[in-house]
């Protein structure tokens, strides 16, 4: 039977399937900023046990191109990241970290999104 922990993972994982289906911006070419932002806020208001962090490639900074973010987020002893604006090297993912892309597992934790 699954650990609660990994019921809440999926849980989590399925409502952000449904909010990419009512917005199409959060899988936009380039938009992975207002991805990142928009998924983090409606988890953590949904799910309020959950904690988020955006991930960053190479480093956070201001310019446009040249940047990407991610966003995982962990309860307990679970690990869900997800990707959901596909760049070159940064396929569109959800799920365990451990079983990410190797350029997903590797980004940065950004104390914010520039």
Known sequence: MPSQDRLTSEIVAQYVRRLVLNDELLESANSCRYSVR??????????????????????????????????????????????????PGFPTYIGDKDMAHPLLQNMKVADKVI
């Open 38 to 87: 928009t998924i983090a806020q409606r988890v953590q208001l949904n799910f309020p046990q959950v904690q988020a962090q955006f991930l960053v490639h190479p480093e956070a900074r201001a310019e446009e191109y040249g940047v990407h973010y991610a966003v995982q987020f962990y309860c307990n002893q679970w690990i869900l990241l997800i990707n959901m604006v596909s760049a």
